[in-house]
């Protein structure tokens, strides 16, 4: 019988040397890689489908292999990527999207998700997800900070826009994925519109700085959500850290279980995955780790992102990945919070792959410190920085540290990835900037032989699941509930999630503490908010710290929560 070589052996790293890479490495050469129209113009959406389906080698190609939850299963060549996305961008166009205008898809991960987002992109237009999770508040507030045109969301999700619907004045049109006829005066069905649409549309070439994306993230500073702008350029720098750090081959089977709701499921699940041309799997379903290895097995991925809390599911849910047939996966990295030396080796043994840690943020566009295959690791160290980003640990005052010394992680901000602006906030946006660099807001150190060792972050910005959730928008959420009158909210660490939300509330005089009532204020934030930004904890006080300017004061809450000294409160006033 025929011996089928492990591809996983088989395979050489597309980064045969670091060093060498990193030296000879220059933007100009990354720009290599990518497709331009006249006079440097282009777009992410060209790059990632156009170019493939315009290809005699890739066209036939499958770009994604779908699975629903249910096991309903369809595969899309690039070719019809194309068509379905042109179908969309021509949709959009017949109802006036402009260069610029915002649209927003909220959706699972369903195929309507994928080729909308390219769609959009085409039209020059810019596209922006949310998590299907947040509720009518969450979803409000996006919109109408990002003045969407138009939505792309299906019947249930859209119930959740109805209550605001009259304050969201700039919003045109709702297109539902679900249903057949057009219903209601704002509400077009998508399928049916796309029926009558053309399949060929010329994609609208951009200019480099020109946005693509909008994703709204967490802050603590400013605002407690901001609209980060990516521009189209940033595909330059998301092809080549996929083509390095994902380590992509012509055959590779590709699975990120990112949702793209948040940065990681557009850019590695839909922008720069296909602008390698690599077949891509995306799984509707939730998490159930039986489920996930008969996905790898099945699919035969040969390279899987995910991230620690998934990492740390698997591991408490007992599965045995020694059980499935997974000989064709090669590669496997990992993003969003720090990825414990436990996981690293129960994968090790489970999976028998390396996993390597990357390390990157909305604001950055793509990664910006990785862990390489086939080289040298430091277990603990998120890695060194990725060929053509300079990366820095420098004092407040912009000055760099010496080696094993903590400081600020910062960036040169000539990394063609990163966010262009923070919607309609240029003084969030100038905030980062700082002496010459771009400033992360994380926390770590360098050592003599360059890696990069994370420490933490500056801000209070809350990573639960993986999930950037910021302490001030949940803290909103429990004020509007009749019984609050005030709330401090933090992160608690926790052995599966990495934290928790933990919410310190003060009562209405007129109401007493009970677990009936931390249930409902649970309840309230899951209904309002979103059902992953609710609190996990709540604890109720007299009194919430706060500084001189109002501003509470988190760390002296976590101090409390943790049993630790509470630090210097005489100083609170001036914090
Ligand atoms: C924050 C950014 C864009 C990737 C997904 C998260 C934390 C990110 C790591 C890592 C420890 C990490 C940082 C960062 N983070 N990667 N490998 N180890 N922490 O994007 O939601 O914008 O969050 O996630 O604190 O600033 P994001």
Same mark, same amino acid.
Request: charged fraction near 30%; aromatic fraction near 10%; hydrophobic fraction near 35%.
């Given at each position: 019988?025929?011996?089928?070589?492990?591809?996983?052996?088989?395979?050489?790293?597309?980064?045969?040397?670091? $060093?060498?890479?990193?030296?000879?490495?220059?933007?100009?050469?990354?720009?290599?890689?990518?497709?331009?129209?006249?006079?440097?113009?282009?777009?992410?959406?060209?790059?990632?489908?156009?170019?493939?389906?315009?290809?005699?080698?890739?066209?036939?190609?499958?770009?994604?292999?779908?699975?629903?939850?249910?096991?309903?299963?369809?595969?899309?060549?690039?070719?019809?990527? $194309?068509?379905?996305?042109?179908?969309?961008?021509? #949709?959009?166009?017949?109802?006036?999207?402009?260069?610029?205008?915002?649209?927003?898809?909220?959706?699972?991960?369903?195929?309507?998700?994928?080729?909308?987002?390219?769609?959009?992109?085409?039209? !020059?237009?810019?596209?922006?997800?949310?998590?299907?999770?947040?509720?009518?508040?969450?979803?409000?507030?996006? /919109? %109408?900070?990002?003045?969407?045109? @138009?939505?792309?969301?299906?019947?249930?999700?859209?119930?959740?826009?109805?209550?605001?619907?009259?304050? /969201?004045? $700039?919003?045109?049109?709702?297109?539902?994925?679900?249903?057949?006829?057009?219903?209601?005066?704002?509400?077009?069905?998508?399928?049916?519109?796309?029926?009558?649409?053309?399949?060929?549309?010329?994609?609208?070439?951009?200019?480099?700085?020109?946005?693509?994306?909008?994703?709204?993230?967490?802050?603590?500073?400013?605002?407690?959500?901001?609209?980060?702008?990516?521009?189209?350029?940033?595909?330059?720098?998301?092809?080549?850290?996929?083509?390095?750090?994902? &380590?992509?081959?012509?055959?590779?089977?590709?699975?990120?279980?990112?949702?793209?709701?948040?940065?990681?499921?557009?850019?590695?699940?839909?922008?720069?995955?296909?602008?390698?041309?690599?077949?891509?799997?995306?799984?509707? !379903? =939730? @998490?159930?780790?039986?489920?996930?290895?008969?996905?790898?097995?099945?699919?035969?991925?040969?390279?899987?992102?995910?991230?620690?809390?998934?990492?740390?599911?698997?591991?408490?849910?007992? #599965?045995?990945?020694?059980?499935?047939?997974?000989?064709?996966?090669?590669?496997?990295?990992?993003?969003?919070?720090?990825?414990?030396?436990?996981?690293? =080796?129960?994968?090790?043994?489970?999976?028998?792959?390396?996993?390597?840690?990357?390390?990157?943020?909305?604001?950055?566009?793509?990664?910006?410190?990785?862990?390489?295959?086939?080289?040298?690791?430091?277990?603990?160290?998120?890695?060194?920085?990725?060929?053509? #980003?300079?990366? %820095?640990?420098?004092?407040?005052?912009?000055?760099?540290?010496?080696?094993?010394?903590? !400081?600020?992680?910062?960036?040169?901000?000539?990394?063609?990835?990163?966010?262009?602006?923070?919607?309609?906030?240029?003084?969030?946006?100038?905030?980062?900037?700082?002496?010459?660099?771009?400033?992360?807001?994380?926390?770590?150190?360098?050592?003599? &032989?360059?890696?990069?060792?994370?420490?933490?972050?500056?801000?209070?910005?809350?990573?639960?699941?993986?999930?950037?959730?910021?302490?001030?928008?949940?803290?909103?959420?429990?004020?509007?509930?009749?019984?609050?009158?005030?709330?401090?909210?933090?992160?608690?660490?926790?052995?599966?999630?990495?934290?928790?939300?933990?919410?310190?509330?003060?009562?209405?005089?007129? @109401?007493?503490?009970?677990?009936?009532?931390?249930?409902? /204020?649970?309840?309230?934030? %899951?209904?309002?908010?979103?059902?992953?930004?609710?609190?996990?904890?709540?604890?109720?006080?007299?009194?919430?710290?706060?500084?001189?300017? !109002?501003?509470?004061?988190?760390?002296?809450? %976590?101090?409390? &929560?943790?049993?630790?000294?509470?630090?210097?409160?005489?100083? /609170?006033?001036?914090?």
């Amino acid at each position: 019988m025929l011996k089928i070589t492990k591809k996983k052996i088989a395979a050489k790293s597309n980064l045969d040397n670091y $060093e060498k890479a990193y030296k000879n490495y220059s933007l100009e050469e990354a720009k290599k890689e990518i497709s331009y129209f006249p006079g440097g113009k282009l777009n992410i959406a060209y790059n990632s489908i156009t170019r493939n389906a315009l290809n005699e080698n890739t066209k036939n190609k499958t770009a994604l292999i779908w699975e629903s939850e249910a096991g309903e299963i369809k595969e899309f060549t690039f070719s019809q990527m $194309e068509n379905l996305s042109n179908k969309v961008a021509n #949709v959009l166009k017949k109802h006036k999207v402009k260069k610029g205008d915002r649209v927003f898809i909220i959706l699972p991960r369903i195929p309507e998700t994928y080729y909308s987002f390219i769609g959009i992109m085409k039209t !020059g237009a810019i596209a922006g997800t949310m998590f299907a999770a947040f509720q009518e508040d969450g979803i409000f507030e996006r /919109l %109408k900070k990002s003045e969407a045109k @138009f939505v792309i969301t299906n019947t249930e999700l859209a119930e959740r826009i109805k209550k605001n619907r009259q304050k /969201l004045k $700039e919003l045109k049109y709702i297109f539902l994925t679900d249903i057949g006829i057009s219903g209601g005066e704002d509400k077009l069905s998508l399928p049916e519109e796309m029926e009558s649409a053309s399949a060929s549309f010329q994609t609208v070439p951009m200019e480099p700085d020109d946005a693509a994306t909008m994703m709204f993230t967490s802050s603590t500073s400013y605002t407690p959500i901001s609209g980060v702008v990516m521009p189209h350029q940033a595909v330059i720098s998301q092809h080549l850290t996929a083509k390095y750090v994902l &380590d992509f081959k012509e055959d590779d089977i590709y699975w990120c279980t990112a949702d793209p709701g948040w940065i990681t499921g557009t850019v590695y699940s839909i922008i720069a995955n296909w602008s390698n041309a690599v077949t891509t799997v995306i799984y509707e !379903g =939730r @998490f159930d780790a039986g489920k996930w290895m008969k996905i790898m097995e099945k699919y035969k991925v040969s390279v899987w992102y995910t991230a620690p809390t998934a990492i740390r599911m698997l591991i408490a849910s007992g #599965v045995d990945g020694r059980k499935y047939n997974l000989d064709n996966l090669r590669h496997m990295c990992s993003v969003g919070e720090v990825l414990q030396p436990d996981s690293i =080796r129960w994968i090790k043994e489970n999976l028998k792959v390396d996993v390597c840690d990357t390390y990157w943020q909305t604001e950055t566009g793509s990664m910006i410190v990785a862990n390489f295959p086939g080289e040298k690791k430091k277990i603990g160290s998120i890695g060194r920085p990725v060929p053509g #980003v300079i990366v %820095k640990i420098i004092d407040d005052q912009g000055k760099e540290v010496p080696v094993k010394t903590e !400081g600020n992680i910062a960036i040169k901000p000539d990394v063609p990835s990163l966010m262009k602006t923070v919607w309609k906030n240029k003084k969030m946006y100038d905030s980062y900037f700082k002496h010459g660099w771009y400033v992360t807001g994380d926390r770590g150190y360098m050592d003599e &032989d360059g890696y990069i060792w994370f420490l933490g972050r500056k801000d209070d910005i809350i990573k639960t699941s993986g999930e950037r959730v910021g302490p001030a928008e949940v803290e909103s959420a429990l004020i509007e509930h009749p019984a609050v009158i005030d709330a401090g909210v933090i992160g608690k660490p926790d052995k599966l999630r990495g934290e928790i939300i933990k919410a310190f509330v003060v009562l209405d005089q007129k @109401f007493n503490p009970s677990d009936k009532l931390i249930e409902e /204020l649970q309840q309230y934030v %899951k209904k309002h908010l979103a059902g992953h930004a609710y609190p996990r904890e709540v604890e109720f006080i007299n009194k919430i710290p706060k500084n001189k300017s !109002g501003k509470i004061v988190r760390r002296i809450l %976590k101090a409390k &929560d943790l049993g630790l000294p509470e630090g210097d409160i005489s100083t /609170l006033e001036d914090d």
